[in-house]
Nanobody, 130 residues
Framework: QVQVEESGGGLVQAGESLRLSCVAS????????MAWFRQAPGSEREFVSA????????YYADSVKGRFTISRDNAKKTAYLQMDSLKHEDTAVYFC???????????????????????WGRGTQVTVSS
């Protein structure tokens, strides 16, 4: 099985930056996607960003476009989420998610769905003071 672990959360002021990391361990195949979701208190878990194995086409929620950057290092089985210009409304528990092998065309349509991902981390808290 695949285990997923996030790190890098913390408390920052609005306008500052954080960089989250996500490591997938265990037996993994190639062509898997990695993604970030977040969940604020009283809210549903929402899509933030995703990137397929190829790393050619990043996907972002509208709320984070221009501020967040997703990347991955397949050799390290690690995904990153660089979060700049953080806002108070970015406060949430951030979850990393990993899929089983997927084809790009499928992923282009389904990257926002939680059902696309089979393995989830426990989350890392990001708190942005206003």
């Amino acid at each position: 099985q695949v285990q997923v672990e996030e790190s890098g959360g913390g408390l920052v002021q609005a306008g500052e930056s954080l960089r989250l990391s996500c490591v997938a361990s265990g037996r993994t195949f190639s062509n898997y996607a990695m993604a970030w979701f977040r969940q604020a208190p009283g809210s549903e878990r929402e899509f933030v960003s995703a990137l397929h194995w190829s790393g050619t086409t990043p996907y972002y929620a509208d709320s984070v476009k221009g501020r967040f950057t997703i990347s991955r290092d397949n050799a390290k089985k690690t995904a990153y989420l660089q979060m700049d210009s953080l806002k108070h409304e970015d406060t949430a528990v951030y979850f990393c998610a990993v899929s089983k092998p997927l084809l790009g065309p499928y992923f282009s349509n389904m990257h926002r769905s939680r059902r696309t991902y089979d393995y989830w981390g426990r989350g890392t808290q990001v708190t942005v003071s206003s």
